[in-house]
């Protein structure tokens, strides 16, 4: 007796190949898409620390200055941190409540960001109380 033989499909049809291929394709996207956005936030979270170190070090040379000898100046941070600059800006300051600024109070704001990238910038004001001379 002659037994037939069916002969079954074993294996994947392209159909179902081409699903899996998508999904694997969609899936990869989206993981290195957040390994990219990982690496930017890791890069903006060490600019920020870095920054406000640096701008806290700055303001405190600053803030020891004699008054009469402040001005509007900008600089680097040296070998130390390289590609760091600083500007800082130094003025009457404009208080609220007055008409008119006040020559009493000096406002200096100091800017710190990266040379190349000024996209990343962290800004620190401080208002110093200047006695006048009697």
Do not use: C
């Not at 999904?23 to 620390?49: D, K, M, N, P, Y």
């Amino acid at each position: 007796m002659w037994k037939s033989k069916t002969h079954e499909a074993s294996g994947f049809t392209l159909l179902e190949v081409m699903i899996a291929t998508a999904i694997l394709a969609i899936a990869l996207v989206a993981a290195l898409g957040s390994q990219s956005q990982s690496v930017s936030l890791a890069s903006e979270a060490r600019f920020s620390t870095t920054a406000a170190f640096l701008a806290q070090k700055k303001m405190a040379e600053l803030e020891a200055e004699d008054v009469d000898g402040l001005t509007s100046d900008t600089g680097d941070f040296g070998e130390d941190f390289p590609g760091y600059r600083w500007e800082s800006e130094v003025g009457d300051a404009k208080l609220e409540g007055l008409e008119k600024s006040s020559d009493d109070v000096k406002k200096i704001r100091l800017t710190v960001y990266q040379a190349e990238d000024e996209a990343y910038q962290y800004r620190l004001n401080l208002y110093r109380f200047v006695p006048k001379a009697d």
